[in-house]
């Protein structure tokens, strides 16, 4: 007996009393538990009574037949398997009742190890099934609005043109910062729209070298180039029936912008070496952290593809635009990598996470707060579990200046940001020892400790040098 088959309950349906107990002694050797019912209206009281992963029934009985019983079934409860058996003279019957939902059918006589066989195989694709709901139903909770956190007004927006768009085959054009959570907006879309089901297929239309950009998205046929040994179907047609996510779409390159404005316009597209126009049912969204409109302005973006997919636009707020996020964003994060509520942030942590410019936007928050839940100590968040950087309210990367602003800078600010930078990398790099960083910058140790005093970084006493 089989501690693993013990746990699936099976109901057996037959009017002939012999055939009820072969199968029934049968089934509890296997280990399963077993009830029996002469008829389908009795089955229908012990459904009503009990939860049964498989149904073996006869499709001729008096009273109720196996068919009603299998439709009554279907409709009260389709994740039971149902398994119709029947003699040779009634296949017809069986077909139809695999056509209506049944699992399988087996005929009169048949041999002991078909039905351990048959059974085995069918619990296996119910525990499969409901495995696979179990993680749809995951993803949905996982990127539904409610995945989307915030208080705000910005945000509350973002939810309302969410959920407005997730209904409609329009397609989105999603905007803003990295680390912002472009793709959770696209998932959230995707996974509340009528294609749920189908795949959403990701793709960073940056982090492909251009020469393999187009075999990546639309397939190739073999020998269409070198090392193309076999047919290879592209993301657009892994993603049939779903979504497919083209952020960074800024960075495709022009012929690619071309080709993929065929594919908008006339939901076809060719593979690389290939002959044949593919007809593709897919819906299009796409992301950047550009502004497209000056790529417009300077030709390195098509216009007629920015206007095919701006026609609704998600605009997504960098964090340090809705700091009244923070706070609820750090006890979504907290409870999702410990599974607990009820995060404690002292009062000096709070300050410098909520004050933090966040260039990193919400994952770099999900980062700090991850890390503090390995640092923090009985599940408190202090100055000592945050990043060395946050605590100094300077950020881990400078934006690189290319133009001076129209409204003009404020340059002894943008130069001590990077001269902080500077300092933090070169302390990191020499594990906090200031004579090396010092050595390392090319100045004196004196010079490294009034600038580090400068910007108020505190760091650990080394080997002092006068």
């Known amino acids: 007996m089989s501690a693993e088959s013990n746990k699936y309950r099976i109901l057996i349906v037959d009017d ?18 077993v009830d029996t019912s002469i008829d389908g209206l009795q089955a ?9 992963d498989l149904v073996i029934s006869d499709i001729k009985m008096p009273r109720m037949n196996g068919l009603a ?39 009169k006589p048949f041999k002991n190890e078909e039905i351990r066989l048959i059974v085995k195989n069918a619990l296996e694709r119910r525990e499969l099934r409901q495995e696979n709901l179990a993680l749809k139903e995951e993803l949905g909770k996982r990127y539904t609005f409610d995945g989307l956190v915030g208080k705000s007004k910005a945000m509350h927006d973002v939810f309302t043109m969410v959920k407005k768009v997730a209904s409609s085959p329009v397609k989105v054009l999603i905007t803003g910062e990295s680390g912002t959570g472009k793709e959770l907006v696209a998932r959230a879309i995707h996974y509340n729209s009528d294609r749920r089901d189908g795949p959403f297929v990701p793709i960073n239309c940056g982090a492909i070298p251009e020469n393999l950009l187009e075999s990546e998205l639309f397939g190739h046929e073999k020998g269409a180039f070198t090392g193309a040994i076999k047919q290879k179907p592209g993301l657009f047609e892994t993603a049939a029936n ?37 007809q593709v049912d897919v819906r299009v969204l796409a992301a950047t952290n550009r502004h497209l409109e000056e790529a417009v302005a300077e030709g390195s973006f098509r216009e007629d593809l920015y206007y ?22 750090i006890e979504y994060f907290w409870e999702r990598f410990t599974g607990q509520q009820g995060v404690k942030v002292d009062e000096d942590a709070m300050r410098r996470l ?23 100590h009985e599940g408190k968040v202090t100055l000592d579990c945050l990043p060395p950087n946050l605590v100094t309210g300077m950020s881990t990367s400078v934006t690189p200046l290319t133009d001076i602003p129209e409204a003009g800078m404020d340059l002894d600010a943008y130069l001590g940001e990077i001269e ?47």
């Not at 002939?16 to 538990?33: A, K, N, T, V, W």
């Not at 229908?44 to 049964?52: A, E, F, G, M, N």
């Not at 909520?354 to 923090?376: F, K």
């Open 69 to 107: 019983l299998l439709a009554h079934i279907k409709e009260r409860t389709p994740e039971t398997v149902v398994l119709m058996v029947t003699a040779f003279s009634s296949t017809d019957e069986a077909v139809e009742a695999m056509k209506q939902g049944a699992y399988d059918y087996i005929t």
């Open 16 to 33: 002939e009393e012999s055939m009820r107990d072969f199968l029934s002694i049968m089934l509890h050797r296997e280990g399963y538990q």
């Open 308 to 329: 095919r997919f701006n026609v609704i636009r998600v605009d997504l707020p960098p964090l340090r635009q809705r700091r009244e996020d923070i706070p609820v964003m």
């Open 242 to 278: 779903g979504t497919i996510f083209l952020d960074e779409i800024g960075e495709l390159p022009a012929m690619m912008q071309v080709k993929l404005l065929r594919v908008l316009q006339e939901n076809e597209f060719r593979r690389v070496g290939g002959t044949k126009d593919l």
């Open 420 to 466: 902080q930078e500077i300092l933090l990398k070169a302390l990191t790099r020499t594990g906090g020892v200031r004579k090396t960083a010092a050595g390392l910058l090319g100045i004196t140790f004196r010079s490294i400790r009034y600038r580090l005093s400068k910007f108020g970084i505190d760091v650990e006493d080394d080997v002092d040098v006068k």
């Open 354 to 376: 909520i004050d933090y410019h966040w260039p990193g936007n919400v994952r770099e928050l999900e980062n700090v707060i991850e890390r503090a839940t390995v640092l923090g």
């Open 44 to 52: 229908v009281t012990h459904l009503r009574d009990h939860s049964y």
